[in-house]
């Protein structure tokens, strides 16, 4: 019986071996090799031999004006868009829901933004709210509405709003088909026993819904919050970090650090400081979430 337990448990690490090894390679060595580059001057004039710089990088990176625009403009993506997101989904979620017919036909309607490309939604995007784009051309040759062109992209507000329009739009899909198997999966007893009691339609929702989708609503916030800080495409192709780099995001920045300036060392701190906010953001969630189901 240990010969054969022995036996078995080699040829499963015989089978494992081969993904592990993959695993290793293209996971594992990049991210300690880019940790290893955050402590070095690596630039495009030392590709061949690199000096230690202790925490001389991470110091540039917090230091930087642009970083902390860059940062804050990301947070600001993030608080806006991810409540977006799951708001308009859940609801979306809970009308689709209760309509017998037609579930599936709204559900791909819906999900259409989700699978459509980043890089074309970004031009289409930037083509309605350019200059001389379609949205001004309604508001001034068609409507009337005013005078003169809006430089929808030209400032940071007006950019950063296009592109968090951009990111609800195309994330709402994906929250409903989520939100809408948790709701599938509430037992419907508890909503006949919540009718029994006289409940209506938002005691309900506020009371047996929402309490038996918080798994996946929990789910739901750090998958997004992660994609919020990793919005990259939608203002790469929007606004470029225009103007004057007021637009920047923390993966756009980094970007133009290391393509542009060739400055691998800085753009190596700036991945490691985000990785670190992100794991920060996902236990602070996670434990106020349990705070909350323990309140109850």
């Known amino acids: 019986m240990k010969l054969k337990s022995r036996q078995s448990r080699l040829q499963v690490g015989l089978l494992l071996l081969p993904g592990l090894a993959f695993f290793a390679l293209f996971t594992i060595y990049p991210i300690l090799k880019l940790f290893y580059m955050s402590f070095l001057n690596w630039d495009m ?3 061949l031999r690199q000096t230690f710089a202790g925490v001389e990088n991470y110091k540039a990176v917090l230091s930087d004006g642009t970083f902390r625009i860059a940062f804050t403009n990301t947070l600001l993506y993030t608080v806006v868009t991810v409540p977006g997101q799951m708001i308009l989904g859940l609801l979306a979620a809970v009308l689709i829901n209760e309509i017998p017919h037609f579930r599936v036909g709204f559900r791909v309607i819906y999900y259409i933004p989700v699978i459509t490309s980043w890089v074309i939604v970004s031009l289409v995007f930037r083509y309605i709210f350019n200059t001389e784009g379609m949205l001004n051309y309604l508001l001034t040759n ?3 509405w005013t005078g003169q062109y809006i430089h929808w992209l030209d400032s940071r507000w007006g950019g950063l709003f296009v592109a968090m329009m951009l990111g609800i739009w195309k994330g709402v899909g994906w ?3 989520v939100f809408l198997a948790a709701l599938q999966s509430v037992p419907k007893e508890l909503y006949e026993s919540a ?3 006289g409940c209506g339609s938002v005691q309900k929702f506020f009371y047996i819904t929402l309490p038996s989708i918080n798994p ?3 789910f739901a916030l750090v998958m997004l919050t992660i994609g919020g800080f990793n919005v990259f495409t939608s203002v790469k192709m929007i606004t470029g970090g225009k103007p004057m780099h007021q637009t920047e995001t923390v993966l756009t ?5 290391a393509f542009t300036t060739g400055e691998f060392g800085y753009a190596a701190a700036l ?3 985000v990785a670190v906010t992100l794991i920060l953001l996902a236990v602070l969630q996670f434990k106020a979430m349990k705070q909350k189901d323990e309140a109850r």
């Open 195 to 197: 009718e029994m009691d």
């Open 45 to 47: 004039g030392s590709m």
């Open 142 to 144: 068609v409507l009337g």
């Open 253 to 257: 920045w980094m970007y133009y650090k």
């Open 271 to 273: 991945s490691f400081i």
């Open 175 to 177: 929250n409903l088909v």
């Open 216 to 218: 996946t609503i929990l």
